[in-house]
């Protein structure tokens, strides 16, 4: 019986050690080290990070200050609003009637109350693309709005001028 | 069986010398005389796969302990920061009273389309003055454009079309860019072309082992160039000599641990920098100190695409593949603000590109769905949808960038286009 089982099994080749590869170290040794070495690295990272973190102050001081930051700083891609005088909503009022009457004088938007130009004088994007930031989008339709804009400026003389920009 | 010193197999582990020094380092340091050596190594061979078994375990022990140390020590950080985090910068705004900003429809008007690339277009960048853009498309070109007139002052025939990303001098006077071939190309705009008509490449910037994802001249720095690198690190140039002067990252822990896709150069501090991974993380460095990242901020759960420094120079945000724009504040660490818009389906588009407006009140964010959503970042809503107004791009967004006086934004798409934003609304009275 034992001898047809190990005619059976084939018989194992005898061992034949290899020397262990030279340098670079594929093994796992020195790899495993390295590792080791990285971990222990990123633990006193992190430590060190905690340790930080102990003076540090709270984010709603830091949002404060980007509030602040955005509240001081001008944009020329924000809209402004603005407060008028009851004074100049007479004279809203008029360059409104003006425009509407004489339909082939349009309200330009260099107009300095800043009015919405009706629909006869639909912005179109400038050619001077660095003043197309609103106030002067309608350049080239200035030249139509002489007759509003010489009213405008004879009851801003008479009236004065009160009106407080503010910007939300 | 009879073993050489030295020479030990156990099954297919070829074990040797490190199996010997690994026993007697780890059991049973200091090490015995070779006599008594061999002798053990004689005595049971079964003993020594106990011993390398042995080891082995003790190996992974140790090595687990000090994984779940990392975890544990991650798991307080993330605990602390949280308690740091009373607040974010909507809520802030709603305490002061701020409402959203409200723009008409007519009030974003698109000025100008540049057309000419034959691809899509990667990347944009402005002058620091005289309105001129670079773009760069996957049809292996540069085009200088002057943005007043539309024309092109200059198109540039690149060595490799792959190209991923460009930027201007701050003089103006020379290009770089960089791609899939690893290596990033400077080009003097006022070279005389070569008998073929192109521009001659006038400095190669090689050293990278992956693909270059982003660059940036340092500001007022025409002799120093920043990447971004699909091989993990970042790296500093000296473009005067094509050497590289600094290398961040590249070896974990110092670094990220997945490819680099953007920086953006502190413009009130030009020694340090912020980096956007395929890690999730943004990074911050130090030019001055290579050897490991100043902060890491975690917070998304995707590659990070974009970061951009805000105006202030102390906070920057960034775009990420978890469809949210986030900004965070540099010094602390802490995330201020995460912008995101609900979506209904399950396809959330990615973050591709972001710029701040000069006050930081606005952050442009471009998307992969064609999108251009301006968020008012004070109470974090979306305020425009560049991508729903007339003549939006058709594509991807792939790029944005603001002028440098902060009057027009420029978006890159992948339909082939350039267009210039800017504000054609009316002052209203209220």
């Not at chain 2, 409402?99 to 899509?120: E, I, M, N, W």
């Not at chain 2, 454009?145 to 092109?152: E, I």
């Not at chain 2, 000069?358 to 970042?377: K, P, Q």
């Not at chain 2, 027009?408 to 209220?430: E, P, Q």
Request: charged letters at 20%; a positive charge.
């Amino acid at each position: 019986m034992a001898a047809s089982y190990s005619s059976c099994v084939p018989s194992l080749p005898s061992p034949c050690p290899k020397s262990p590869p030279r340098y670079p170290d594929l093994c796992g040794k020195r790899r495993v080290l390295v590792k080791v070495q990285m971990i222990e690295s990123e633990i006193s990272f992190l430590e060190e990070e905690l340790k930080s973190l102990e003076g540090l102050q709270p984010a709603s001081s830091h949002c404060k200050e980007v509030d602040n930051f955005v509240g001081a700083n001008p944009d020329p891609l924000i809209p402004i609003n603005r407060k008028i005088s009851k004074s100049h909503r007479i004279w809203k009022w008029l360059c409104g009637k003006c425009c509407f009457n004489f339909r082939w004088i349009c309200c330009s938007c260099s107009c300095p109350l800043h009015l919405k130009s009706p629909s006869c004088c639909a912005c179109q994007p400038s050619v001077n693309l660095l003043r197309c930031h609103g106030l002067h989008c309608c350049h080239s339709k200035r030249k139509y709005c002489i007759i509003p804009m010489l009213l405008l400026e004879v009851g801003i003389l008479f009236y004065g001028r009160t009106a407080n920009a503010v910007i939300n | 069986m009879q073993y050489k010193w030295g020479e030990v197999k156990v099954g297919e582990i070829h074990l040797g010398v490190q199996l010997q020094d690994v026993l007697f380092n780890h059991l049973c340091p200091p090490r015995p005389p070779a006599a008594s050596y061999s002798t053990l190594l004689l005595a049971s061979s079964f003993h020594f796969v106990s011993g390398y078994k042995i080891i082995v375990k003790k190996w992974n022990l140790g090595h687990n302990a000090a994984t779940a140390t990392v975890n544990a020590l991650r798991e307080r950080l993330k605990q602390k920061r949280r308690l740091l985090l009373d607040t974010d910068v909507a809520a802030q705004a709603r305490l002061q009273g701020r409402t959203a900003l409200s723009f008409g429809p007519t009030d974003f008007v698109c000025c100008r389309t540049l057309q000419g690339h034959t691809a899509k277009v990667y990347s944009l960048d402005w002058t620091t003055e005289r309105n001129r853009i670079v773009s760069a498309s996957q049809d292996g070109r540069l085009i200088v454009w002057n943005v007043l007139t539309s024309q092109k002052t200059h198109v540039i025939k690149l060595p490799c079309a792959w190209v991923r990303t460009c930027a201007f001098s701050p003089s103006g006077q020379s290009v770089a860019c960089g791609g899939l071939d690893s290596i990033c190309f400077i080009f003097n705009l006022n070279s005389p072309s070569d008998r073929d008509g192109n521009l001659p490449v006038s400095r190669m910037l090689s050293g990278h082992k992956g693909y270059v994802s982003s660059c940036q001249f340092v500001p007022d720095e025409d002799s120093h160039l920043i990447t971004s690198s699909g091989d993990q690190t970042c790296v500093l140039w000296d473009v005067t000599t094509g050497q590289r002067i600094s290398v961040f990252g590249g070896e974990f822990p110092s670094g990220h641990t997945a490819d680099v896709l953007s920086i953006s150069i502190n413009g009130s501090n030009s020694k340090m920098f912020v980096s956007g991974s395929c890690d999730a993380t943004a990074q911050l460095w130090d030019t001055r100190n290579a050897s490991r990242a100043v902060q890491t901020y975690h917070g998304h759960a995707g590659d990070v695409n974009t970061v951009k420094f805000f105006p202030d120079g102390q906070r920057f945000g960034t775009g990420s593949d978890d469809g949210t724009c986030r900004l965070f504040d540099m010094r602390t660490g802490h995330e201020l603000q995460v912008y995101h818009q609900q979506h209904g389906n399950n396809d959330i588009p990615l973050v591709t590109a972001i710029a701040f407006s000069i006050s930081g009140r606005l952050l442009f964010a471009g998307y992969s769905n064609g999108d251009c959503y301006v968020w008012d970042t004070l109470v974090a809503k979306v305020v425009v949808n560049l991508g729903s107004l007339q003549n939006s791009h058709e594509g991807r967004i792939t790029c944005c960038g603001l002028s440098a006086d902060g009057t027009a934004l420029c978006t890159g798409s992948w339909d082939r286009n350039l267009k210039i934003w800017a504000f054609g609304g009316h002052r209203s009275v209220v």
